[in-house]
């Protein structure tokens, strides 16, 4: 049967919070194929350390949010280790103002900024960095987010007052929140059909 045919188990987005950033992943990850070392969706195109020579592409918070979705979703066979398409091999600087924070259960420090500090939250664009041990550019791409958000580890944190950094790394469609429609459960960032995209990985954090 055709790998477009076989359909992965849905996994419950975690709930946001100190508490619950403690619970134990779902057993339902074992299910899932290896992607690279991980059984995380498209996990070794998100962790690659390729391609960050590039001078990055400069796009605004609000014309990420609107490029254009991709076809494939992470929830068939197919999709779920699906190599970097050419908008993915391309790095981009994209400023904005940090609304949320949060320690994925993959590692990954999910962040969610909006273009202007006063923009609903859910106009927002996801950027996130993985895990510190796979690259000294991640791991120093934290200590700095860490630093410039006055913050001693990860943690799950909404900002009452936004903080504005600027983020470079790799274009990444999560297509596992990808729908015909708007993205589901891509943290709050689910406003426009685009904004399954993200910075993935990071590798460079800095002031605006």
Not at 21 to 26: D, W
Not at 85 to 110: A, S, Y
Not at 121 to 128: A, H, L, M, Q
Not at 181 to 199: D, F, I, M, Q, Y
């Amino acid at each position: 049967m055709h790998g477009r045919y076989l359909l992965l188990p849905s996994l419950e987005e975690r709930p946001f919070g100190t508490e619950a950033a403690l619970m134990a992943p779902s057993a339902a990850t074992a299910a899932f194929p290896l992607c690279g070392p991980e059984r995380h969706y498209r996990w070794k195109e998100k962790i690659t350390t390729s391609g960050f020579n590039q001078i990055p592409t400069k796009p605004s918070v609000n014309t990420a949010l609107n490029w254009s979705p991709l076809s494939f979703s992470g929830h068939d066979l197919l999709s779920w280790c699906n190599d970097r398409t050419p908008r993915e091999k391309k790095v981009f600087t994209i400023r904005g103002w940090v609304r949320r924070t949060r320690k994925e259960d993959d590692g990954d420090v999910h962040v969610e900024i909006t273009q202007n500090a006063a923009d609903a939250v859910e106009d927002c664009f996801v950027v996130e960095i993985p895990p510190a041990n796979l690259s000294s550019s991640f791991s120093k791409a934290r200590d700095d987010l860490l630093s410039l958000l006055g913050m001693t580890e990860v943690q799950d944190k909404d900002f009452n007052s936004p903080i504005r950094i600027k983020f470079t790394g790799l274009a990444f469609w999560d297509g596992w929140h990808a729908t015909s429609g708007l993205p589901v459960k891509h943290g709050r960032c689910n406003s426009t059909k685009g904004a399954a995209w993200e910075l993935h990985p990071v590798f460079e954090v800095a002031p605006p």
